[in-house]
C-alpha cells in the first residue's frame, strides 16, 4: 500500500472538508444573489447575506412593469443580437472548418494558424479600430454592426471547435455521397453537417454565453442612445446618486434565466449527439 493511501485511511475526512470548502466558494455568491432578490432594498444594503424574511416579489414586479420598459427593450435586444450572431457563427464556421480541413496544403494550414492567432487578441485592443471601420460604413450603433463585430471576432473559435470534430468524420462518406451524384452543397448540409451536432452545441453554447454577457462592446457599439443590450441594461439601471439594490439584483436574475435555460436545454443536445455518433460507428 502507497504512503498517499495510507494517509487517505488514516484521514478519511480530508476529502468531505476539501469538497465542503470549495462548494462552499461557489454557494455564497450564488446564495447572496438570490436570497436578494426577494428581499426588500432597505434590508440589502444593511445585511446582504441575511435571509430574506419575509419574502417578496416586489423587486422583481418593479423591474417588468418599469414606465421605461428597460428590461423588455434590453432583452429583445439581447435575443436578436445573441440569435443572429451564433447563427451565422454556426453556418459560416462549419463551412469554413470542413474546407479547410477537406482542402489540406500548406495554405489552408497557413490560414488556420492565422485564425488561430485571433484567439490570442483581447477585443479591448481591436475596439478601436473597429468602431472606426464600423463608421466608415455607416454601422455604427446598429445592431448589425454588432452582430458583425461578433462574427467577425468569433469565427475562429467556431472554425477552430469544427475543424477538430471534422477530422473524426470519414472522408469516404462524402466521396460515397459524390458518386450518387450529391453536389457539394448537398453533401455537406445532408451527411457532414448533421454529424457535427457535438460541435454544434458547443459552438452555440460557448458563444450563446460569451456574447448574451459581452457588456463593453454593446456599450461602445450601441451607445447610450440608440440600445442596450441585457448587460448593459443593469448598468443603466444604477442610477448616478442612488441606486435600487433590489431592482439591480432582480434584473440581474432575470437577465440569467434566459441563457440558463438556453444552456440546459442544449446540453441534452449535445449528450444526446456524443451518445448517437457513439453508437454509429
Partial sequence: MTSSGMRGERAPWVRPLIALAVGTVFFVPLYVACANVIKDGPKIARSPASLPIPPTLGNLHSVLSRPDQLFWVSLTNSVIVTGLSIVI??????????????????????????????????????????????????????????????????????????????????????????????????????????LLRPATASVLIFLGVWIWNDFLDPLIILGPGQGTTITTGVYRSIGQYQADLGGVFAMMFLATLPVLIFYLLLQRQFVKGLTGGATKG
Avoid: K
Avoid at 102 to 119: E, I, P, Q, V
Avoid at 129 to 136: C, G, I, Q, S, Y
Fill in 89 to 194: 457563427l454556426t453556418v459560416l464556421s462549419a463551412m469554413l472548418g470542413h474546407y479547410l480541413v477537406r482542402a489540406g496544403g500548406r495554405w489552408s494550414r497557413a490560414l488556420m494558424l492565422l485564425l488561430l492567432c485571433g484567439l490570442m487578441i483581447p477585443p479591448q485592443v481591436i475596439l478601436l479600430p473597429v468602431t472606426r471601420v464600423l463608421n466608415v460604413f455607416h454601422l455604427m450603433t446598429t445592431v448589425q454592426g454588432l452582430v458583425l463585430f461578433n462574427v467577425g471576432y468569433y469565427i475562429p473559435f467556431g472554425v477552430f471547435v469544427f475543424a477538430g470534430f471534422m477530422r473524426s468524420i470519414p472522408v469516404e462518406l462524402e466521396e460515397a455521397a459524390a458518386i450518387d451524384g450529391a453536389g457539394r452543397q448537398r453533401v455537406f448540409w445532408q451527411v457532414v453537417f448533421p
